[in-house]
């Protein structure tokens, strides 16, 4: 009997043993992007195909009408990168439909969903790119609160900024320096920002734009900056261009 109790009681430690939680330590997170093109249509199933057939002819009056051209492929990635500058600079460029000339853009790099591949652009790939309700906004920063940005977009890694910004950070995420259209910073001048409202409350860490002044948040759906991304593309369309955004060397590692 006491060696059956033994054998139960050994038992009975080895399967707690087994289900005892283990302690795992995450070492690092690595992610990328697949860009999903023609490629993978080369050889459809006939079936999938017929069944979804009258399904696709709905969705492709809404999603398929072309906005305008791009150049080549499009990826958002920090420090910079192609599809951050253009998402920036099209918020300068839309301010004007709101008697507005803002001297830098702001545009976060999670708010940029999706990649832009080579030649046509549709209402879908727009959409695809910025799926949120973010609005356009306008705010007034005093150059201490734009350094504070700067610092704020440089300890992330690097977020979307428009042409003229030049900002330089070390590998650790540390603001080394900071111009604007050839300019040092002023901590007393006041700069005029364009960005859209998520950023404009704080998030993303980029807690700068809380404290700046004069705001300009329009409500209205139109505002919304995937219809600016649609503009510009029309836009562009209508004079007969491509869009073609490089990386610059807005955000550089020193």
């Known amino acids: 009997m006491v060696k059956k109790q033994l054998f139960v009681g050994l038992s009975a430690v080895l399967m707690l043993s087994a289900c005892a939680p283990k302690h ?6 690595n992610r ?11 050889n459809p199933d006939e079936a999938a195909a017929k069944f979804i057939a009258p399904f696709k002819r709905v969705n492709d009056s809404i999603m398929a009408p072309i906005m305008g051209q791009v150049a080549h ?3 958002p990635q920090r420090p ?11 918020l300068v460029w839309a301010a004007k ?7 830098l853009g702001v545009y976060n790099m999670g708010g940029i969903r999706a990649d832009l591949v080579k030649g046509n652009v ?3 790939d727009v959409l695809s790119i910025a799926p ?5 906004c306008f705010v007034t920063l005093t150059g201490e609160q734009l350094m504070r940005l700067f610092e704020q977009i440089a300890g992330r890694g690097g977020e979307g900024v428009s042409k003229g910004a030049e900002l330089v ?5 540390k603001l080394v320096s900071a111009r604007l259209h050839g300019q040092e910073i002023d901590p007393q001048a006041k700069y005029r920002v364009t960005t859209i409202n998520y950023l404009l409350e704080g998030n993303d860490g980029l807690t700068a734009f809380i404290s700046g002044s004069d705001k300009v948040a329009p409500d209205d759906p139109s505002n919304n900056s995937r219809y600016l991304i649609m503009n510009y593309f029309r836009d562009k369309q209508a004079r007969g261009e491509v869009v073609d955004a490089q990386v610059e060397g807005r955000i550089k590692i020193q």
């Open 24 to 29: 795992y330590q995450l070492t690092g997170v």
């Open 32 to 42: 990328t992007r697949i860009i999903v093109d023609s490629r993978y249509d080369q």
């Open 73 to 75: 492929n499009m990826h």
């Open 80 to 90: 910079e990168s192609d599809l951050s500058n253009l998402v920036s600079d099209i």
């Open 97 to 103: 439909d709101y008697n507005e000339q803002p001297v």
């Open 122 to 124: 549709t209402y879908e």
């Open 132 to 136: 949120f309700e973010n609005k356009i």
């Open 169 to 173: 950070i070390t590998k650790d995420n």
